[in-house]
């Protein structure tokens, strides 16, 4: 059989009582563009937080790259790369220097580091700014140096959490269009959440719902459809998940969440 | 090694930069060397110590260098808040690595620090006992910023955010320092200070440096050096464990 891009077996976080994850299994094949889609505070971030080793899981298993992400950390980092859902550049440094320090990181030979930074810059807009500091930038320009970022080595999995929040309509379909043709020409599988449906719907080809940490649909776009007997993934969606708003019980969540991590330490 | 000097480099840029700060955290050493120095210069003459200042520059010296170690270690508190030490965790580069360019990087800015307070000494009228031994006394800044910014590290590892920052600044590093006999001979203290100081690795730290530039020691060179080394080495590996468990 052939080796899954993931695979994610039981996977539990548990807070306390809080069950952010609650033992999701999926698998995501090579060259997949997978969409990972849920309310706010459904499990999403904290799923891709453990399939990046950021986390530790509570319980069960997840491999990525057919690397297990416990036992062979390292393993599973060589064969990755991210857009986190919030900010993670260093702001007293320039444009440039953040690129280049990606660079150096992800071991990029000299030559094609220069090369592969001046094209992305030139890519999202950026490179008329490459000088100035990131504390400088507004929020659109840090997302779209994030996406640079990510994409100066192409990683064999792309996670994307959020990726194009806050992007005007120009960018995003620039950006998507971009990572859709990395995924068709170099094979690359992406992994990626969004609230923006349409998104979903128009580039990934595969779909898992999650929701109170829980999978609650997985398949094709067709099928998803089908399952819910509904015209669009937005609809389904709403279907799947009800109409109420998740936003408080997913800001308590985060609350109780920060509280008992900070609980036994100082 | 890539990793780790790439991170080096960053906080140097960073320190660079920061000019600000670097001006702030100068200001605390050189006020305690003048109001100390000067003030208690006349009665530690009176008592038959001699020039103060030669007694405390050294000690002044220290001083910044832990201060700058122990802030630059906990800056990982900072990485974690904009969100950087996520970029760095993920890189397919070992924690160990991003350790030592952390650590190294403590240790270059403590020296830049030391050194600028050392300049600041020689105005307000130090003079080393021997210049040779200069590059021995840099060696001690050097081990002694290791030392604290791996301690910085492995404290900054066990909190979320800068709320306990006074308790740490005031609870222990205060006593690090105020008890190290940075500032007084530890010669003829009470019985329970000299056990405390004699437990406080600053302690081998100040004593080496006074030792290297005032040619004054109270434990002797060798012990001073294979205390210091050692206890680098213990935070530098306690720290690496620390933020080889973190999770963000």
Not at chain 1, 31 to 38: M, V
Not at chain 1, 52 to 65: F, M, Y
């Amino acid at each position: 059989m052939e080796e899954k891009a993931i695979e994610v077996k039981d996977l539990k976080k548990y807070y306390k009582s809080i069950k952010a994850v609650d033992g999701v299994s999926f698998n995501v094949e090579k060259g997949d563009f997978f969409a990972f889609l849920g309310p706010n505070g459904a499990g999403k971030t904290t799923t891709i937080k453990m399939l990046t080793t950021l986390l530790n899981p509570t319980d069960g298993e997840a491999r990525v790259n057919g690397k297990d992400v416990t036992k062979d950390a390292f393993g599973v980092r060589k064969s990755f790369g991210i857009v986190f859902q919030d900010q993670s550049l260093d702001n007293e440094l320039t444009a440039y220097e953040n690129m280049y320090f990606h660079g150096v990181l992800y071991r990029i030979e000299r030559k094609l580091r220069k090369e592969k930074i001046e094209k992305m810059l030139k890519f999202v807009g950026l490179w008329d700014r490459k000088d100035s500091f990131v504390k400088t930038f507004s929020g659109g320009m840090k997302r779209r140096l994030e996406i640079a970022r990510a994409l100066i080595h192409t990683p064999q999995i792309l996670f994307l959490d959020e990726p194009t929040l806050g992007l005007d309509p120009q960018t995003r379909n620039h950006i998507w269009n971009y990572v859709k043709e990395l995924n068709k020409k170099e094979g690359m599988t992406v992994f990626f959440t969004t609230h923006a449906m349409e998104e979903a719907e128009k580039y990934a080809n595969k779909i898992a719902i999650i929701d109170y940490g829980k999978i609650i649909a997985f398949g094709t776009v067709a099928e998803i459809k089908k399952k819910t007997r509904t015209k669009t993934i937005e609809e389904a969606f709403l279907k799947l998940t009800g109409h109420s708003i998740r936003k408080e019980e997913g800001s308590s969540k985060d609350r109780l969440r920060a509280q008992a991590k900070s609980w036994g330490r100082m | 090694m890539r990793g780790a000097y790439v991170l080096w480099r960053r906080q140097l840029i960073r320190y660079v930069r920061s000019r600000w700060r670097m001006i702030g955290t100068l200001g605390q050493p050189i006020l305690f060397l003048v109001a100390l120095g000067f003030g208690f210069g006349p009665i530690y003459a009176k008592a038959g110590g001699g020039d103060f200042i030669q007694f405390l520059a050294p000690g002044i010296i220290a001083m910044t260098v832990l201060f700058t170690a122990v802030f630059s270690g906990m800056e990982t508190i900072w990485d974690r808040q904009i969100g950087f030490l996520k970029e760095t965790l993920v890189a397919p580069v070992s924690r160990f690595e991003i350790m030592l360019g952390k650590t190294l990087g403590g240790a270059t800015i403590s020296i830049v620090q030391g050194a600028i307070v050392f300049l600041v000494t020689l105005v307000v009228g130090y003079r080393p006992e021997s210049w040779i031994m200069l590059p021995l006394a840099f060696l001690f800044m050097f081990l002694i910023g290791m030392m604290f910014t791996a301690f910085g590290v492995a404290i900054a590892c066990n909190m979320e955010d800068m709320q306990a920052f006074p308790i740490i600044l005031n609870f222990m590093i205060m006593p690090l320092f105020f008890l190290s006999g940075a500032l007084y001979p530890l010669e003829g203290l009470p019985k329970t200070l000299t056990i405390i100081s004699s437990f406080n690795p600053l302690s081998y730290g100040v004593d080496g440096l006074r030792q290297t530039l005032t040619g004054i020691s109270y434990f002797g060179f060798g012990l001073d050096f294979v205390v210091v080394v050692f206890v680098s080495l213990v935070f530098f590996i306690l720290g690496s464990y620390m933020f080889s468990r973190v999770q963000v």
